[in-house]
DNA sequence: TCACACGATGTGAGCGCTAACAAAGATTGT
DNA sequence: ACAATCTTTGTTAGCGCTCACATCGTGTGA
C-alpha cells in the first residue's frame, strides 16, 4: 500500500535538523510556528520535513510539557442516543481545541467499574476528565478517586447547575463541577404540556433508580403536578430499555385502567409503552397521549409520532469540554468558552402522540 | 472534595525509591512485577509507593519504551447501533489487555474527514488504528495516509475476508486487514426467509452508496434473488435514517404497488418504512412482510415487531483488536486471539414482520 | 565609534521512565 | 576453600522533545 517498510523507524526532529542544517531547537521553533525564525530557514525545515515525512512525537512532546493533551471520557456501555452523543460532541469539541479523547467504558454504571475506568485512564495520563450521564454511586466513587485530577460531570444535571452546584440540592457532587442539561425543566414542560391538554393528571413511567438524570426528571414531574395541585400517581420505574417501558406500562394499566396521560423517562421507554398501549387496546393520542424524552432520531417515525422533549447533547458537550479546559488551561485564550449558564435548555416538541383529555 | 492540592506535584519515580531505600530501577521492577525483587524489598517498596500515592507516568514510560499502549479508533459522527456497539466492544477488548483507546470522529466518512482524524490519532502516537463502518472513499484514503501505521477495518466485510483479503473481491481495501460481519450472509438469509414465504421478489431499501456494509448487502440479496431466478427490482437508496426508510418505501410504493416483502438496509430505515406502509394503508405482514438488519435493542417493539438480521458487533470489535495485537505485538502469548475466521456470523430473528405472501 | 537592543540561532539540561550492563552478595559444586 | 553461578541491586545512558539560557550578528542612537 505504502512505500514504506514500517521497520525503518520514524525521522525525529535530530533528522531533520541535520537534514536542514540546522539545530534541533529551531526545527521546533517551527513545528511550533514560533515567530522568531527566519523565512528562509523557516522554509528550508519545512522542506527537510517534508521530505523525511517527519511528524512530531505526540509522547516526547508530552513527557516534556509535562502535559498529555489527552482528555479522558468515562461513559457506559449503552448505546443509548444520548450519551453517544455527547460523546462524540465532546470529540469534536477536544479536537477543535488540539486536544485528544481517551475513552474508558465502564460495563456497568457502578463505581467498582467507574473506579477501573478511571485507572485506565489515568494510566494515560489525561490531564482531565469528562464522565457522561452518571449515577449516584458512580459520581461518588469518583470524586473520591480523582486525587486532583479535574474532572466535569455531563448530562446529568437540573436547572442551575454551573460550577460547584449549590447546596442544600441533592444532586451530583457538591462541589463537583458539571454541565448538563435541564432535566427537571424538560420534565415539567413535557408534564405541563399533558395538562395543558386537559388530562386531570399524568402517569410517569420513570428512569431507572440512581440515574441522576432519571432522578431530575421524575422530579420535575412531581413537582409539576403538585405544583397544580394534582393527584401524583405511583410513578413505575423501567431501566431506559423499550422493554422495561413495555413492562412497565403494563403494570401502570392494570393499577389503573383509566389514565390518560403517560410521561416516559425517555424515547425507548415510550416505544415500549406505545406498543403496550396498542396491545391492550388503547388508541394513542385519542385514549391515551404520550410523552417522551431525548427526541431520539427515530422518534418521528414511531406510530404515532412521539411528541417529546428535546436535549441538545452537542451543546453539553461543548461546554463540558470548555469547562474543563478552563480548569486545566486557566487563562489561555477564549477557545471554546461557554456561554454563562452551564445548563442547556431543553425543547418540547409535540408531534402526534398527545391530544386532548378524552375525559372531558 | 479530596484533601490534595493539586499544584504538589505528583511523585515520581525516584521519590518511592529514596522513601523506601532503594534504587529507582528496582522501584521499576516492582512495578512492573519483575521476579528478581526479593520479598522485603518489594514490600517496602510497595508501602512506599501506597504512602506516597505514586502512579506511575504513563507517557514517561512510553518514551523510553516506544509503544504508547493506545489504539486509535476512528469512527464516524453516527449514533447507530452497529458503530457504536462496535466501538464500546474495542474498549473493552482493548482494556483487557491493557491498552487504552482514543477515539477521533469524523464528521462526515469523507476522505478529507478520515485523514483529519486519522492526523489527530497521529498525534497522540496510537499504536495501531481500528477503522469502524468505512466507505469506500475513506478506506481509500486511509490506507495511503496510513505510512506504514498497523491498521484494520471493521464492520465492512462480506463473508470470507480474514486477513489480506482475496482480491477479485470488490470491497475493503486489497491487502488492507479486516475483520467483519457476515453482510452478504446476512442480506442472503432475510431474501431467503422471504422468498421462503412465498413471495414472488423481494424489494429493497438499500444503504447509501459508497458504504461497504450497505453495498454488500445490497449484494447479498441480489445474489440471492438472481439464483432463484427471480426478478430483481431496481433498489431505492436511503441513508441509514428511518426518515430515508420512509421516503423510500414511499417510492417503491409508487413504482410497484404490488409489492409483497421489502428488505431493509437497517432497522432505522425498516422502522420508517413501516410508517410508510401504515400510512399507505398496508398491513404487515399481512399485505406487505418487512425485513430490517442490525437487531436494534429497540425492533422487538416496533410495530409489528421487526424480523431483522442480528449482528453480533460485540465479537467483531474484539477480533479487531485480536488482530490488531497480532500486528503490533506479534508473538506476544495468547491475548484475545480470535479464532480462525475473522468473519462473524450473523443471524436471522424471526419476529412478526413477516408472513407468507398474500399473492397465493 | 561604541553601547545597547533585539532578532535569529545554538547549547545543555532534564521531563520520568526502561533497557542494558555492572557490581555486589549468596549459593553451589568439587 | 575457591571458582563458577545465580540472585539481587545499582549505575548509566538514552527515548524525542521543550525550556532556559548563551551566543552571535545586525541595526539603532548618541
Same mark, same amino acid.
Given at each position: 500500500m505504502v512505500p514504506m517498510r514500517s521497520s525503518d523507524p520514524a525521522p525525529v526532529m535530530t533528522d531533520v535538523a541535520r537534514l536542514a542544517g540546522v539545530s534541533h531547537q529551531t526545527v521546533s521553533r517551527v513545528v511550533n510556528g514560533s515567530p522568531h525564525v527566519s523565512e528562509p530557514t523557516r522554509a528550508k525545515v519545512m522542506a527537510a520535513m517534508e521530505q523525511l515525512g517527519y511528524r512530531r512525537n505526540g509522547v516526547a512532546r508530552a513527557l516534556a510539557m509535562r502535559r498529555s493533551g489527552t482528555l479522558g471520557v468515562i461513559t457506559f456501555d449503552t448505546v443509548r442516543y444520548g450519551p453517544v452523543s455527547t460523546l462524540y460532541s465532546i470529540e469534536q469539541a477536544a479536537g477543535s481545541v488540539g486536544l485528544g479523547v481517551s475513552i474508558a467504558v465502564a460495563e456497568q454504571a457502578t463505581s467498582d467499574e467507574v473506579v477501573r475506568a478511571l485507572a485506565r485512564l489515568q494510566d494515560q495520563s489525561v490531564e482531565g476528565i469528562v464522565a457522561i450521564a452518571p449515577r449516584h454511586d458512580a459520581v461518588e466513587a469518583l470524586s473520591t478517586e480523582l486525587r486532583g485530577l479535574p474532572a466535569v460531570l455531563v448530562?446529568? =444535571?437540573?436547572?442551575?447547575?454551573?460550577? %460547584?452546584i449549590a447546596a442544600g440540592d441533592e444532586q451530583a457532587r457538591p462541589g463537583q463541577p458539571a454541565v448538563g442539561i435541564d432535566q427537571r425543566g424538560g420534565a415539567a414542560a413535557a408534564t405541563r404540556h399533558l395538562l395543558d391538554l386537559g388530562h386531570r393528571t399524568v402517569h410517569h413511567l420513570a428512569g431507572p433508580r440512581g440515574w441522576l438524570d432519571a432522578e431530575w426528571r421524575t422530579e420535575g414531574w412531581r413537582a409539576t403536578l403538585e405544583e397544580a395541585g394534582r393527584r401524583v400517581p405511583e410513578p413505575v420505574a423501567g431501566d431506559w430499555s423499550a422493554g422495561s417501558g413495555y413492562a412497565a406500562m403494563r403494570e401502570l394499566l392494570a393499577v389503573d385502567p383509566d389514565l390518560s396521560a403517560v410521561f416516559a423517562a425517555n424515547d425507548p421507554m415510550a416505544l415500549g409503552a406505545l406498543r403496550a398501549l396498542d396491545e391492550a387496546g /388503547? /388508541? =394513542? %393520542?385519542?385514549?391515551v397521549s404520550m410523552v417522551g424524552f431525548d427526541d431520539v432520531p427515530e422518534a418521528e417515525f414511531f406510530r404515532p409520532p412521539l411528541t417529546t422533549v428535546r436535549q441538545h447533547f452537542t451543546e453539553a458537550g461543548r461546554r463540558a469540554v470548555g469547562m474543563l479546559l478552563d480548569m486545566i488551561r486557566p487563562g489561555d485564550g477564549p477557545a471554546i468558552r461557554p456561554g454563562p449558564p452551564a445548563v442547556v435548555p431543553t425543547e418540547l416538541v409535540v408531534r402526534r402522540s398527545t391530544g386532548p383529555s378524552p375525559h372531558r
Open positions: 448530562g446529568g =444535571v437540573h436547572g442551575g447547575g454551573s460550577g %460547584p /388503547r /388508541r =394513542v %393520542p385519542e385514549d
